[in-house]
Nanobody, 118 residues
C-alpha cells in the first residue's frame, strides 16, 4: 500500500501565500504523475495542478494559473504546491494524489485544510 501525507495547510489572509507538501511512503511503485486537488464545502472535488515525472511537464486549472506552482522530486516521492496571491475562493481541503498512468490517480492523501480570510 502507498500512503500520502499532506502538510502545510492553515489560515491565511487574502493575498498571502502557503506552501503545501505531500510525501509518499510505503510500497514502491512506478509513479507516472502526482497532482493536487481541492474540495470546498458543498462543492465537488476539482483538479488544481499536476506534474508528470518523465518530462516534468505541469498542468494547472485556469483558476490558479499564474498564482500556484507545483514542483517535486520523484526519487524522494514528494510534491509541493506553492500558492501565492491566495483568494477566499481558494478555501478548501487540498488533497495530493498519485497514479501510474495518465488520467488515473490511484492513491490519495487525507487532505489538508486551507482557509483564506477576506
Amino acid at each position: 500500500q502507498v500512503q500520502l501525507v499532506e502538510s502545510g495547510g492553515g489560515l491565511v489572509q487574502a493575498g498571502g501565500s502557503l506552501r503545501l507538501s505531500c510525501a509518499a511512503s510505503g510500497r514502491t511503485f512506478s509513479s507516472y504523475h502526482m497532482g493536487w486537488f481541492r474540495q470546498a464545502p458543498g462543492k465537488e472535488r476539482e483538479f488544481v495542478a499536476s506534474i508528470i515525472w518523465s518530462d516534468r511537464s505541469t498542468n494547472y486549472a485556469d483558476s490558479v494559473k499564474g498564482r500556484f506552482a507545483i514542483s517535486g522530486d520523484n526519487a524522494k516521492r514528494t510534491v509541493h504546491l506553492q500558492m501565492n496571491s491566495l483568494k477566499p475562493e481558494d478555501t478548501a481541503v487540498y488533497y495530493c494524489a498519485t497514479g501510474r498512468s495518465p488520467g488515473h490517480y490511484e492513491y490519495w492523501g487525507q487532505g489538508t485544510q486551507v482557509t483564506v480570510s477576506s
